[in-house]
């Protein structure tokens, strides 16, 4: 069983929302509350990119791109990260990811497509 797995993704038309999922199935919470983690997104043709953050004392970060119409939040006990995306445009459109930071190693989820039509 993989380490975070992402869930949520779909297609939605502009203007729609969406909440992604990342669960931490394998961690124990004594190690998954102290992380960092982050949703990266990556678009057909394009760099996979980092959308947002959240610590351990839930201090966020967001690309400008996704500012005041995403939000990143986390239930530590239910070791899931999640991402509410609101007011969707075709250029939020990719393969979402969940990463963080543990055991040494950078862990990656499998990806969820998001696919916002027009």
């Known amino acids: 069983q993989a380490h975070l797995v992402e869930s949520g993704g779909g297609v939605v038309q502009d203007w729609g929302s969406l909440r992604l999922s990342c669960v931490a199935p394998?961690?124990?919470?004594?190690?998954?509350?102290?992380?960092?983690f982050n949703w990266y997104r990556q678009a057909p043709g394009k760099q996979r990119e980092l959308v947002a953050s959240i610590t351990s004392e839930r201090l966020t970060n967001y690309a400008d791109a996704v500012k005041g119409r995403f939000t990143i939040s986390r239930d530590n006990r239910r070791k899931t990260v999640y991402l509410q995306m609101n007011n969707l445009s075709p250029d939020d459109t990719g393969v979402y990811y969940c990463?963080?930071?543990?055991?040494?190693?950078?862990?990656w989820g499998q990806g969820t497509q998001v696919t916002v039509s027009s």
């Open positions: 990463n963080t930071h543990a055991y040494g190693t950078d862990l």
């Open positions: 394998r961690m124990i919470t004594s190690t998954f509350n102290p992380l960092t």
